[in-house]
């Protein structure tokens, strides 16, 4: 076969990795990729953007493309699947239709009211002076979101009614997140333990992935501004048998049976961003339409089935003949990225040492990574490498990943110290 995976960050080069070593697979492709994917055997970088469809379309109708496995949820939103299955083309994730889980909030809100999905109480506005009259009411803590795709930073937890109402009114009034913002969602603060439940899913069967945990916030301690994610590790402790029951039968079963009864089927890698909340319910923080971007790199590390063969079941609506495995250790991946991200940063620092770290039990999964004119790697994105390292413990695949990440050099470099601490404090690891 040959595969497609579309999109540029460490979740891309991770599937691209996961895919290149399927007995299905003959060769993959990468539009646009990174210097990781570049350098994996059998796989290569096409400079095509991954929003751009219809030059994606081409490129997989001229190269006889057997499937094409989308990353990010831009894509998505605007309709690859749609486009691609139109013309006979296997595509993996959820036409534009179902991807509006992700590409609406308010969506998502109405969407979990109707079929009682448990979630934090919300209104939607798109006048500012009702919304503010509406954060009055609340009070804070209070959650703003904007209702369209913002890069990961359309949300705002308020610890005050005047940062609430600063934050509705750029995104109404002076249109920050652009139209993603022209409505938004208010939400009450939901305290607890985020976690991600990632599974795969083909319309009617689902099929869940190993658990795993992000790490939101830039600093430690989970302090300073909302990333994509600093690090993850898998499996998640606070998602035990009992909780894993719970979050099918009382969110990820009904979701997708209540997308069927409102004529939507769901075909695609189905992302639950969850609170475990004080009196231990698990709640729906959002949805995405795609894989977690760094929980994908510990995951697949941690795969044993072949990525391919799930996929394909999925595409084809056999997901009930397939069980996906997994290796019984852990594992865990630290995100290295440029100082000042989410803000500004600088791009073009020179990275050195990657090659040196690289084992059977660590990976470097590249992001915002290329070569300059010299042939040497730099860094060229906000997060720019994930070393992820498998160990019999969350602890032990801790202590590997950071002791590789001390032998990689960068100017400005940042990274989080605490990755897997709160996995820790449930397993009475020292
Ligand atoms: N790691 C969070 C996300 O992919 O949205």
């Given at each position: 076969?040959?595969?497609?995976?579309?999109?540029?960050?460490?979740?891309?080069?991770?599937?691209?990795?996961?895919?290149?070593?399927?007995?299905?697979?003959?060769?993959?492709y990468?539009?646009?990729?990174?210097?990781?994917?570049?350098?994996?055997?059998?796989?290569?970088?096409?400079?095509?953007?991954?929003?751009?469809?219809?030059?994606?379309?081409?490129?997989?109708?001229?190269?006889?493309?057997?499937?094409?496995?989308?990353?990010?949820?831009?894509?998505?939103?605007?309709?690859?699947?749609?486009?691609?299955?139109?013309?006979?083309?296997?595509?993996?994730?959820?036409?534009?239709?179902?991807?509006?889980l992700?590409?609406?909030?308010?969506?998502?809100?109405?969407?979990?009211?109707?079929?009682?999905?448990?979630?934090?109480?919300?209104?939607?506005?798109?006048?500012?002076?009702?919304?503010?009259?509406?954060?009055?009411?609340?009070?804070?803590?209070?959650?703003?979101?904007?209702?369209?795709?913002?890069?990961?930073?359309?949300?705002?937890?308020?610890?005050?009614?005047?940062?609430?109402?600063?934050?509705a009114?750029?995104?109404?009034?002076?249109?920050?997140?652009?139209?993603?913002?022209?409505?938004?969602?208010?939400?009450?603060?939901?305290?607890?333990?985020?976690?991600?439940?990632?599974?795969?899913?083909?319309?009617?069967?689902?099929?869940?992935?190993?658990?795993?945990?992000?790490?939101?916030?830039?600093?430690?301690?989970?302090?300073?501004?909302?990333?994509?994610?600093?690090?993850?590790?898998?499996?998640?402790?606070?998602?035990?048998?009992?909780?894993e029951?719970?979050?099918?039968?009382?969110?990820?079963?009904?979701?997708?049976k209540?997308?069927?009864?409102?004529?939507?089927?769901?075909?695609?890698?189905?992302?639950?961003?969850?609170?475990?909340?004080?009196?231990?319910?698990?709640q729906?923080?959002?949805f995405?339409?795609?894989?977690?971007?760094?929980?994908?790199?510990?995951?697949?590390?941690?795969?044993?089935?072949?990525?391919?063969?799930?996929?394909?079941?999925?595409?084809?609506?056999?997901?009930?003949?397939?069980?996906?495995?997994?290796?019984?250790?852990?594992?865990l991946?630290?995100?290295?990225?440029?100082?000042?991200?989410?803000?500004?940063?600088?791009?073009?620092?020179?990275?050195?040492?990657?090659?040196?770290?690289?084992s059977?039990?660590?990976?470097?999964?590249?992001a915002?990574?290329a070569?300059?004119?010299?042939?040497?790697?730099?860094?060229?994105?906000?997060?720019?490498?994930?070393?992820?390292?498998?160990?019999?413990?969350?602890?032990?695949?801790?202590?590997?990943?950071?002791?590789?990440?001390?032998?990689?050099?960068?100017?400005?470099?940042?990274?989080?110290?605490?990755?897997?601490?709160?996995?820790?404090?449930?397993?009475?690891?020292?």
């Open positions: 076969m040959q595969v497609l995976v579309v999109g540029s960050g460490g979740r891309e080069h991770a599937l691209a990795w996961a895919a290149r070593q399927s007995d299905l697979v003959d060769h993959v990468v539009a646009p990729g990174n210097a990781g994917t570049s350098l994996e055997p059998n796989t290569t970088n096409i400079a095509i953007g991954a929003e751009d469809i219809q030059s994606l379309l081409e490129f997989a109708i001229k190269n006889r493309i057997d499937l094409t496995i989308v990353g990010p949820e831009v894509p998505l939103t605007l309709g690859i699947t749609d486009t691609f299955v139109e013309c006979g083309l296997r595509c993996f994730g959820p036409d534009a239709n179902a991807a509006q992700e590409g609406s909030k308010d969506f998502t809100k109405r969407f979990l009211k109707r079929h009682g999905i448990p979630s934090a109480e919300f209104r939607t506005f798109n006048d500012i002076s009702a919304a503010c009259q509406y954060i009055d009411h609340i009070g804070p803590p209070i959650v703003v979101k904007a209702d369209g795709l913002a890069a990961g930073k359309g949300v705002i937890v308020a610890e005050s009614a005047d940062v609430a109402k600063k934050a009114t750029d995104m109404l009034i002076n249109l920050r997140f652009g139209a993603a913002g022209e409505k938004v969602v208010i939400e009450d603060f939901l305290p607890g333990e985020e976690t991600s439940y990632i599974c795969i899913v083909d319309g009617e069967d689902i099929l869940p992935l190993a658990s795993s945990q992000d790490h939101k916030a830039v600093f430690d301690g989970d302090t300073g501004p909302n990333t994509g994610g600093m690090g993850a590790y898998s499996p998640a402790p606070i998602v035990d048998p009992e909780m029951q719970r979050i099918l039968d009382e969110i990820i079963q009904p979701t997708v209540g997308l069927m009864k409102e004529g939507i089927r769901y075909t695609g890698f189905l992302y639950a961003g969850l609170i475990i909340d004080d009196r231990g319910n698990p729906v923080l959002e995405n339409c795609r894989l977690g971007d760094p929980e994908t790199q510990p995951l697949m590390f941690r795969l044993r089935s072949d990525l391919i063969d799930l996929i394909v079941a999925a595409v084809d609506n056999k997901l009930a003949t397939v069980r996906a495995s997994w290796d019984d250790r852990a594992a991946g630290v995100v290295l990225s440029a100082k000042g991200y989410p803000g500004n940063y600088s791009k073009g620092n020179r990275i050195t040492g990657t090659d040196a770290v690289e059977t039990d660590v990976k470097v999964f590249h915002g990574t070569f300059d004119s010299d042939g040497n790697l730099i860094a060229d994105g906000g997060r720019i490498l994930c070393v992820t390292a498998l160990a019999p413990t969350v602890k032990q695949a801790q202590l590997r990943a950071y002791e590789m990440i001390s032998q990689i050099s960068m100017d400005d470099m940042h990274f989080r110290r605490d990755i897997g601490n709160k996995a820790l404090a449930y397993t009475m690891e020292d």
